[in-house]
């Protein structure tokens, strides 16, 4: 007999397919259900395991109602500020994440952004939409140079890590602030500041990729964006609780920083309408990890990690221990 398995969220079609050969599960690609429809499946189905994804927040609530056959609850995302780990810890539930996975086409997606921030894509597709037709002169819609530049990163793990050897390849010097230094092996060449603020004032370009939490809650407001070089270029591909997005919105009014490129909101996926009103800013709609190869790797990360513990074996992924 096949372990039960609820998920609640559309999967890619590969991952759907896994999960038929696998589970007994009535949506196997996954619809989007909310926390009650979810509930209620979970006891219906006398299911063994829930797959979300960040759209379905596990509070402390939510754990609560959760029905004892539950015995795993995997996100399919390196991201779980959704989640009460307290809540979750104490009721004894294990609960997994799908990191590393995701650091490459992550990656990609923050230089894109930067670039795009830096080189006026937005302003250029625009101009393309709507038919050229007439030439640029030399002094009209320059944007910024990023070969050569010093790029600031807030958290140097695998994602940080991954932005840090594309930036290489532009020819940028890399400064970075983590609560540890990392090994050399690790940091190749980097400079460590332990205080977030010391190293801003030596970075034209910041891209964060620090976890959403206290330490890190609106760390980008008005007193730290203004430590940055004048015409700075932001990039936040982390999570939108880092940032204050009135400041952010009056930095990038008043010329203090020259663009942005965002994919993650406070408040998504009904985000902060006065960015889409900005020529200098460079918008997605959270993708940092869209690609097939890299859902589809997500979606069977989420899955060993459920098949491994409703085995009796130790999670591959525990967000709690």
């Known amino acids: 007999m096949k372990p039960r398995l609820i998920v609640s969220r559309q999967m890619p079609i590969a991952v759907g397919a896994r999960i038929r050969a696998e589970f007994d599960c009535p949506y196997p690609d996954g619809v989007d259900m909310d926390v009650q429809t979810t509930l209620r499946l979970l006891a219906e189905t006398n299911a063994d ?14 754990i609560a109602q959760l029905p004892p056959n539950v015995k795993i609850a ?13 809540a979750a810890k104490a009721r004894g539930l294990p609960v997994t994440n799908t990191p590393e996975v995701l650091n490459e086409c992550t990656a990609d997606l923050a230089f894109m952004l930067l670039l795009n921030a830096c080189r006026r894509g937005h302003e250029y ?4 939409r709507q038919g050229w037709r007439r030439g640029m002169g030399m002094g009209e819609m320059l944007g910024i140079r990023a070969w050569g530049k010093t790029l600031g990163i807030l958290g140097l793990g695998g994602i940080g890590r991954a932005v840090a050897a594309r930036a290489r390849g532009f020819g940028m010097k890399i400064v970075y602030c983590n609560r540890t230094r990392l090994p050399p092996e690790l940091e190749l060449g980097a400079t460590w500041y332990p205080d977030f603020r010391a190293m ?12 959403s939490g206290d330490a890190t809650k609106r760390i980008i407001n008005a007193e730290t964006l203004a430590l940055l070089p004048k015409g700075a270029v932001f990039v936040n591909a982390a999570r939108g609780a ?9 930095a990038l009014k008043s010329g203090q920083l020259a663009a942005a490129g965002l994919d993650v909101f406070d408040n998504e996926p009904a985000f902060d309408l006065r960015f889409a009103a900005l020529p200098n800013v460079f918008l997605t709609p959270h993708m940092g990890s869209a690609t097939t190869e890299t859902r589809n790797a997500m979606g069977y990360r989420a899955l060993d990690n459920i098949q491994a513990v409703l085995a009796g074996k130790p999670a591959i992924d525990p967000l709690w221990s």
């Open 49 to 62: 395991a829930l797959l979300f994804t960040s759209h379905l927040k596990l509070t402390a609530e939510v």
């Open 74 to 86: 995997a996100t399919c995302s390196v991201g779980y500020d959704h989640i009460d780990l307290a």
């Open 125 to 128: 597709e625009a101009v393309m």
């Open 200 to 211: 801003l004032p030596h970075c034209d370009f910041l891209s964060l990729h620090a976890p």
């Open 242 to 250: 880092l940032v204050d997005e009135d400041a952010l919105i009056d």
